[in-house]
């Protein structure tokens, strides 16, 4: 119970240091948050098909692999993007957490962080 409520605690700092920072930042780095992105959205997809009831232990593990596979090739664009403006470092950390962390306990910091990097007008 109480790694749970540090991971929480980790989770909602990350984002809100990621909507603080984002006041300060260059349009390359939205761009390559942006595209960082894409391929998060694609891991959470498979992450989401993962967690289906009846499917098997060997498919989940599959999905599972899958997910991760994908949300680790968005690495390169969310570390340009915090190159670029450090506001974009709780992607980047978010991202990197998933080697440590279960992508399920990630899903809803991830999927706040992409809606700011997507929204129109992504420095709130």
Do not use: H
Not at 9 to 19: E, I
Not at 29 to 53: G, T
């Amino acid at each position: 119970m109480a790694r749970l409520s540090r991971l929480r605690g980790l989770l909602v700092a990350l984002v809100l240091a990621g909507v603080t920072l984002s006041a300060c930042g260059a349009g390359g780095a939205v761009n390559d948050a942006r595209s960082s992105c894409r391929l998060v959205k694609r891991a959470l997809a498979v992450q989401a098909q993962s967690e289906f009831a009846g499917i098997s232990a060997a498919t989940r593990t599959t999905l599972q692999a899958k997910a991760m596979n994908e949300l680790l090739k968005a690495t390169p664009m969310a570390a340009a993007a915090t190159s670029a403006d450090g506001s974009w470092n709780a992607l980047m950390t978010t991202i990197n957490e998933s080697e440590r962390v279960p992508l399920q306990n990630l899903v809803p910091s991830l999927t706040r962080l992409c809606k700011v990097a997507d929204s129109s007008s992504p420095y709130l």
